[in-house]
């Protein structure tokens, strides 16, 4: 009788349980994405995610804890040089499971659990969805930003005006000589007036 066993035993004796769970992990560390069925992934997830946080610390002790779970050189070395390193600085929840449907032979239900800081695909999408902000009704940040856009288009064009003070000089310049020559036609426009009300 199971008397209040929560974990999934798998139909397997805890032998034949250990060494699943411990080829699953070695496969899953050295390859980053493995296809299994639903509930022997959710059971790997709770085997190996403690391991890979055992990970992250690098001493002889954690290498010795690890490999008495994993009997496997090859993942040790794999896990400890370059997934830890990927997933220093992720609290937990390393791995992902995605459902793909029934199998066709049993219809049992099948998955991919992979390691998260891997797929490359679902990273750079993060990414991208990380650089569009959701708006809020508030506005609040909204605001901030548009008050700041005209500060900023207000300095633009006052640089703009510094370098075209001399271009305005210039104008001035030319305008002030034309004035000039304008100027001494002016009187004797007034002295032919006058002299018209003289005559008069």
Known sequence: ???????????????????????MASSLILHKRI????AKAKELRKYVEPLITKSKTDSTNNRR??????????????????????????PGGYTRIIKLGNRLGDNAEICFIELVDFNETMLA?????????RRS?????AKATEAAAPVAAAEVPSAEVVEEAPAA????????????????????????????????
Do not use: C, W
Not at 1 to 23: I, Q, V
Not at 35 to 38: A, D, I, L, P
Not at 125 to 133: F, P
């Open 169 to 200: 000089e210039v104008v001035a310049e030319e305008v002030a000589p034309a004035a000039e020559e304008a100027a001494p036609e002016a009187p004797a426009t007034e002295e032919s007036t006058e002299e018209k009300g003289e005559d008069a």
């Open 125 to 133: 999408a993060s990414a991208e969805k990380a650089g569009k902000t």
């Open 35 to 38: 296809q299994t069925t639903v």
């Open 65 to 90: 804890v690890v490999f008495s779970y994993l009997q496997n050189k090859d993942a040790i070395k794999e896990l400890f040089s370059i997934v830890s390193e990927k997933v220093a600085n992720r």
């Open 137 to 141: 009704r508030r506005g609040g940040a």
């Open 1 to 23: 009788m199971r008397h209040g066993k929560k974990f999934n035993h798998l139909g397997r004796t805890a032998s034949h349980r250990a060494a699943l769970l411990s080829n």
